[in-house]
């Protein structure tokens, strides 16, 4: 079980750094000064929230490695190949244009916000405090990426388009959320952590209020990309863990 | 004086001590009236004082928080404190609730509109219809919310209608 529960913890961590790392790129690039700051902010959020789940792993960890070299949020993040990360397929889509990157926003937001919910009544004491934390950081990230998904869904025709054409390239990152790894099923089964089958309901019934306000529609192929969650990840990982543990490859150890 | 006497008397000694240290970010409030002290607990006094120190960050990423527990340690040394160690915990998680009325105070005089109570907190609903925020310079409720993210997590951004001047909002959480 203790495997099961780091692995865990690393998989929310992942999750919230990696999509961290995405929505950073758009630091001077977004459309207007305010969203490039909202976004920004979202990332500091993510990154606080990985930083807590990676301190808790490495906490783990070190408890059942006592004589090797300990464990830290920093060899976690920046230390471990891609096929030892665990997050789900969707945070590592490419960025896209602005749509694409709030359509993954908000079906990111929307999944982190019902874990969460559940989350804060894990047995896990630093899990459902975690939860308690970052919830109402993401109740903010869901709330804004949702008005936005209005915005562009029910705006110009031609943002109208761009969001159907982003719903058709991140659609089949969706349903990987919702299959449990097998350290997934072991944390529910210890009353640890999150029922998939419930998320997804939640899920599904906050995105079909948000797409029809927006007057977009769901897909109806269900067809899933997974493995992310086990380690096999797309090639846009490789070049995005490679960007982000430049530093600490070229320079082990350096700080400033 | 008793035992329990000096226990008390350092914890309230400590207390004051983290009075005198300021949010790095927003320099006018300390962090006793920002809430993130949340105990001070002492143990022994004899042969060394001994005890805890427990902070709660106020969002999960605040960079402001790692420099703020370094102040605490340097303020703690330089008074002889070598035993008194900084505990961060998650939960309770902060909220802008635990903010004295003296810091809100002093927010409002910086040019920061402070948070109103936690009513507003925000709830995942769209498009919700916000309360007035009053502007810190001009005090009119003529003002709009420019962005929900500001300069720092914590913060939204406004503009006043009348003065013109854009402020932030130290948003409810």
């Not at chain 1, 790392?21 to 700051?37: F, K, L, S, V």
């Not at chain 2, 035993?83 to 409002?108: F, N, Q, R, Y």
Request: glycine residues 6%.
């Amino acid at each position: 079980m203790k495997r099961s529960l780091i692995n865990y913890c690393l998989h929310l961590a992942d999750n919230a750094h990696i999509l961290c790392h995405q929505n950073a790129a758009w630091c001077g690039h977004a459309p207007i000064p305010e969203q490039d700051i909202a976004l920004t902010n979202i990332s500091l959020d993510l990154i606080g929230q990985a930083r807590n789940f990676y301190q808790y792993a490495a906490q783990l960890i070190n408890e059942e490695n006592p004589g090797e070299e300990p464990a830290t949020e920093d060899s976690l993040a920046y230390l471990r190949d891609v096929t030892e990360f665990k997050n789900c397929l969707l945070v590592e889509t490419p960025n896209g244009d602005w749509g694409q990157t709030l359509l993954r926003q908000f079906i990111f937001s929307n999944y982190q916000y019902f874990l969460y919910r559940q989350l804060v009544k894990s047995n896990d004491e630093q899990i459902a405090a975690i939860a308690e934390k970052s919830i109402k950081e993401t109740t903010y990230h869901l709330r804004w990426s949702s008005e936005w998904i209005i915005r562009l869904g029910d705006g110009t025709e031609e943002s109208h388009e761009r969001m159907v054409h982003a719903i058709d390239e991140l659609w089949p990152f969706t349903g990987e959320l919702f299959l449990p790894a097998s350290y997934e099923t072991d944390c529910l089964e210890a009353g640890t952590g999150a029922d998939l089958e419930i998320l997804k309901n939640n899920w599904l019934e906050k995105t079909n209020e948000i797409f029809s306000e927006a007057t977009l529609s769901i897909p109806e192929k269900s067809f899933a990309q997974k493995g992310g969650k086990e380690g096999r990840h797309s090639e846009n990982m490789v070049s995005l863990l490679t960007e982000l543990q430049y530093m600490q490859r070229a320079y082990p150890g350096c700080e400033w | 004086m008793d035992i329990s006497e000096n226990i008390l008397a350092e914890e309230n000694i400590i207390l004051e001590l983290m009075g005198t240290i300021n949010d790095p970010e927003i320099p006018v409030i300390s962090i006793v009236d920002l809430g993130i002290i949340r105990s001070v607990k002492i143990e022994s006094v004899f042969p060394e004082v001994e005890g805890k120190v427990t902070i709660t960050p106020t969002y999960s990423g605040c960079p402001a928080m790692d420099v703020i527990r370094t102040e605490i340690k340097m303020a703690l040394l330089e008074k002889g404190y070598k035993k008194v160690e900084i505990i961060s915990s998650l939960s309770p998680a902060w909220t802008t609730d635990w903010m004295s009325e003296e810091g809100k105070k002093k927010l409002k005089a910086y040019g920061i509109a402070p948070p109103l109570d936690q009513e507003q907190v925000c709830t995942p609903e769209i498009f919700q219809e916000n309360r007035a925020i009053e502007c810190p310079q001009c005090h009119s409720m003529h003002t709009r919310m420019v962005s929900k993210f500001g300069s720092t997590p914590c913060k939204s951004l406004y503009q006043c209608e009348d003065c013109k001047e854009p402020f932030d909002y130290f948003k409810c959480h």
